[in-house]
C-alpha cells in the first residue's frame, strides 16, 4: 500500500503542479521538480505562491520557518509534499473506516 500512497502522491502533484514525472519516481525526483516549480512560482510574484500554500492548507508557522532556512524552495517542496501525502493517507484511512462501519447504520 505503500507504494500506491506515493503514485498517488506523485499524481496528485503533477496534475496540481505541472509536473513532468519521470517513468521512475521515486522521492528525491518529485521534490526536485516540485523545488524547481516553486522557484519558478515565487518569481512571478509572491502573491500567488501565498494563495497556493493557503489553497493547499500549509501551516504559516511552518511555512515561515522554513522561509528563514537554507535551500527554500526544496524546503517548501517537502512541505507541500508531505501535506499531500497526509491528505491521501488520510482519504484511504476514511474509505477503510467506512468500510468496516455497520452497513445497517447506513443510509
Known sequence: MADSIIQETAV??????DLQLPDTLSEEAILQLLADRIV???ERGSE?????????D???KKLNAV???EDVPMKI?????DRQLQK???????????QNDDPELKW
Open 58 to 60: 500549509i501551516s504559516e
Open 88 to 98: 491521501i493517507v488520510s482519504r484511504h484511512e476514511n474509505r477503510m473506516q467506512q
Open 67 to 69: 522561509l528563514q532556512e
Open 12 to 17: 496528485a502533484l503533477r496534475d496540481d503542479w
Open 40 to 42: 519558478t512560482i515565487i
Open 77 to 81: 517542496a517537502r512541505l507541500i509534499y
Open 48 to 56: 500567488t505562491f501565498f494563495q497556493l500554500m493557503y489553497r493547499l
